[in-house]
């Protein structure tokens, strides 16, 4: 029943902008961690930022100084600025939530994924 809908995705140049967001719908209680996953075509799914309930904060590797995570609690809804884009980059972006709904247990959760193209 809790869905996750992805928005922001498109074509960007390299050292381009773009901004993603995730809002979570549906019988939520509260929301403890929240993810940013890409996969390109023939790589393994990455992870990309967390961030938890607190905002505190992780990255990979490859995206730090680059890409920020953040999240607003009252609209369930985390975002992805990303700055400074390379083609490296490319690759279908997915949200991810874990979720205690309101009966009390917890799930995990996906959006359907966003196409990030970096191009010149």
């Known amino acids: 029943q809790v869905q996750l809908v992805e928005s922001g995705g498109g074509l960007v140049q390299p050292g381009g902008s773009l901004g993603l967001s995730c809002a979570a719908s549906?019988?939520?209680?509260?929301?403890?961690?929240m993810y940013w996953y890409r996969q390109a075509p023939g790589k393994q799914r990455e992870l990309v930022a967390g961030?938890?309930?607190?905002?505190?904060?992780n990255y990979a590797d490859s995206v730090k100084g680059r890409f920020t995570i953040t999240r607003d609690n009252a609209k369930n809804t985390v975002y992805l600025q990303m700055n400074s884009l390379k083609p490296d980059d490319t690759a279908v972006y997915y949200c991810?939530?874990?979720?205690?709904?309101?009966?009390?247990?917890?799930?995990?959760?996906w959006g359907q994924g966003t196409q990030v193209t970096v191009s010149s």
């Open positions: 961030i938890t309930s607190d905002g505190s904060a």
């Open positions: 991810n939530a874990d979720v205690k709904v309101l009966w009390g247990q917890r799930y995990s959760y």
């Open positions: 549906g019988p939520i209680f509260s929301i403890n961690a």
